[in-house]
């Protein structure tokens, strides 16, 4: 199948700065890419939907300028998070998919940790 | 999307089919049923989906009722490796769109 990589799989950082997470769709073109947040012991949370070439969809209560996302090409979408803080430490997953009818593939996730 | 309704956790051992419900009452007819998994601290992968007919791939069968109101995901042989949160979703069509993913299943499966 399709596959989708993030990086970097895990990163630690302090308060106040900002992580940028990268995913790229390796084999295909992805005009749309979605973001998620999991929490520990929690299921997956839609967090936006990126598109390529114009201004991502946050879902409800995600703040947009909290939550950066850039999808400037067709097979790399960045989320950055902004002056993180202790609460924004979560399991990060991207997924794309290309223009057929085929499935949402994943990325492995990253482990962000704000200390 | 229809909402979906699964055990919180199962146990199977290993070697032994592991079948997992999943009721979906409110299904609509334009609906597809899909599952996917998430070992833990990676990210979800897909299994399998179907419309009304039983369906098997490499990795699992999934048998629809005749109703369409549940489905059960089947791994005729699990292994040790198959122990993850499994993820019975309902959503219109095929194709790429966002997933919205409820609580699952954990499955354990036993030495």
């Known amino acids: 199948g399709a596959v989708v990589s993030q990086h970097p799989s895990r990163v630690i950082c302090k308060s106040g700065t900002s992580v940028k997470i990268e995913c790229r769709s390796l084999?295909?073109?992805?005009?749309?890419m979605f973001w998620y947040r999991q929490f520990p012991k929690q299921s997956l949370m839609l967090m936006a939907t990126?598109?390529?070439?114009?201004?991502?969809?946050?879902e409800q209560g995600v703040e947009k300028d909290k939550f950066l996302i850039n999808h400037a090409s067709l097979t790399l979408s960045t989320l950055t998070v902004t002056s993180a803080h202790p609460e924004d430490s979560s399991f990060y997953i991207c997924?794309?998919?290309?223009?057929?009818?085929?499935?949402?593939?994943f990325g492995q996730g990253t482990r962000l940790t704000v200390v | 999307d229809a909402k979906t309704t699964q055990p919180p956790s199962m146990d199977c051992a290993e070697g032994r089919a592991a079948n997992l419900p999943c009721n979906h009452s409110?299904?609509?007819?334009?609906?597809?049923v899909y599952w996917y998994r998430q070992i833990h601290s990676q990210g979800p992968q897909y299994i399998i989906h179907?419309?009304?007919n039983n369906e098997t791939n490499e990795m699992a069968s999934l048998i629809i009722t005749e109703d369409r109101k549940s489905s059960t995901l089947i791994l005729p042989h699990a292994t040790l490796r198959d122990t993850a949160v499994y993820y019975c979703?309902?959503?219109?069509?095929?194709?790429?769109?966002?997933?919205?993913f409820g609580t699952g299943t954990k499955l354990q499966v036993i030495p």
């Open positions: 179907g419309l009304k």
């Open positions: 990126s598109n390529e070439g114009s201004k991502a969809t946050y």
């Open positions: 979703i309902v959503r219109v069509g095929r194709g790429y769109q966002k997933v919205t």
């Open positions: 997924s794309a998919g290309d223009r057929g009818p085929t499935e949402a593939f």
């Open positions: 409110t299904i609509s007819g334009n609906e597809y």
């Open positions: 084999d295909f073109q992805a005009t749309t």
